[in-house]
C-alpha cells in the first residue's frame, strides 16, 4: 500500500512491510525473529540497552523445574539488579529434554550469580552445558 515500508526478511527474501506503527511479519517463528529484531533496531533503538545489561545461562539436563525453584528465589533475593529466567522445552531428536536456566541484569551482579547458579547445580549431578 502506499506509504507502507519494507521489512527486509534474510530467511527466504520475501519481505514483510510496515504501515505507520504497525508491522507486519510471517507467523514461522524463524521468520519473525530477525524481522522483528531488524524493526527494533531500526526504529527503536533508542529504547534500549539504558543502562549495562549482562546475560549467561546454561542448559540443565533431566531435572524437574520445580528443582531448581528454591535457587531461584534464593538468587532475586540475594541480588536485587538480576532476574533468574527458566525456560522449559521439551526437547527435539538432536537435543533431549531441558531447561534454559540463566540470570539478566546489572552485569557484576550477573557474573556473581551466576557463578553461584553453577555451583548449585553442579550438585545435581546432571548433564550441564553452558550457553
Sequence with gaps: PEGAGIIPNPFNRIPGFSYGSHYFVPGFPEMAWPMIAWVLDTYYADSFHQ???????L???DVAESTVTPL???LEQDFPQIKVFSLPSVGKPELAQHIELGV???P???KAAFAIMLEEVQ???TEIRLL
Excluded: I
Aim: proline share 5%; glycine share 4%; hydrophobic share 35%.
Design 72 to 74: 531461584m528465589e534464593q
Design 123 to 125: 550438585k545435581l549431578r
Design 104 to 106: 539478566k541484569g546489572n
Design 59 to 61: 542448559l540443565l539436563f
Design 108 to 110: 557484576e551482579q550477573v
Design 51 to 57: 543502562v549495562p545489561h549482562a546475560e549467561q545461562s
